[in-house]
């Protein structure tokens, strides 16, 4: 993960989660894709829920403010109660869910967004801070997932998802039609850039490109060093990194 994300989010996730909080182990699995879901209620009624003795049902790894603050309350390492198939697969249209079946819980490969807002009056819209944050946020878990699982989450809509998609019967307005989907995967696939040392280079968007297909890694400082010539091991370890990623 380059320095600056790092930074960005030391400074700006505010762990919240207590022994409270609904989480469980991922039994094997990495995280795959990223869920949006809009909270239906005040950030501090979500947080206030999301860390009650009394709830047994549900918790997400992230909310995003209206003001743009980002709070965490599971690690990316567990999962988060957010996305199961409470009325089955039949409710499901994302492929990914589609493609591993109804036997395996979208929480164990999945990590989940919550967004604050009321459908009734934004339809999932984001304030503009809001959105500035959840850009940088998904961008986050996308390097984060990367450094500790070697998968790489493509930025599209198979991978970036709602929780519509996971039950377009129960949860139809979550995030809601308004969510902004394709200014995120824009910026995951334009503006996010993985290393520190490649803009203003000749090869920046092919670098990006190969970086975003899981061809390449960069190296621990962050940067990518793209004019150093490559060993015969860096190209045994891109190939493996492509294997995993597929
Ligand atoms: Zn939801």
Redesign the pocket.
Known sequence: MNKKLMKWADENIIFVGNSNTNRSNRRGHRPEMI??????GSISSLINWFTNTTNTESS?HFAVDRQGKVYQFVDIEDNAW??GLTSGIGNATASVVLQKGKDINPNWYSV?I?HEGVYSQTKGQLTPKQLESTKILHSYIIEYIYDKYSFKIKPNRDRII???E??KVQ?AN??GELFPFDEIIDYLRNYSEPFLDISGHWAKEQIIKAYQDGWIKGYPDGTFQPDKPITRAEVVAIILAKHNSD
């Open positions: 869920v949006n879901h809009i909270s239906e997400a957010a996305n989940s919550e709602g929780h519509k996971i039950d949860r979550c995030p």
